[in-house]
């Protein structure tokens, strides 16, 4: 029954957008699961005008609380969306996975922030990197990926 379901889901996906699924999947880290959720939590792409529109929604920043232009620290943890962190965390940790670059980026990461914080930048990149390959219509780049680190 649920290969069937699966199946399924994956023809729909197929015709729902092949061009976004196509890219998606040349990711390092998002496999077939991970590809459909982030399609379809994202809808159209089109609806973000910037980047950090982008993260925001995913969960992977934390917003500022601010009033008259000052700072007051952040707040509203729970805005956006909870499949894409998930999706985006999920797809930082595979991407590791054989990944001697992505390893070394994580582990200069964990020297200045920590392992989970390594991570959590990990997945913020990586959601980076996904909103301008959706916008640009561009498969993953791994040397531009690894460059601007």
Known sequence: MLPR??????????????????????????????????????????????VQDFLSYCRLVKPMRESAGKIYGHAGKKIGNVHLKWAFSEAAVTFLRG?????ALVKRLEKRFGKPKALSILAAKLARAVYFMLKRKQPFNREQFFASS
């Open 99 to 103: 990944n001697k670059q992505g390893q």
């Open 5 to 50: 379901l699966e199946d399924h889901i994956e023809r729909s996906a197929q015709a729902h957008d092949p061009i976004a699924l196509a890219l998606l999947r040349s990711v390092p880290g998002i496999g077939h699961i991970l590809a459909l959720v982030i399609l379809y939590e994202i809808e159209r792409i089109e609806r973000f005008t910037r």
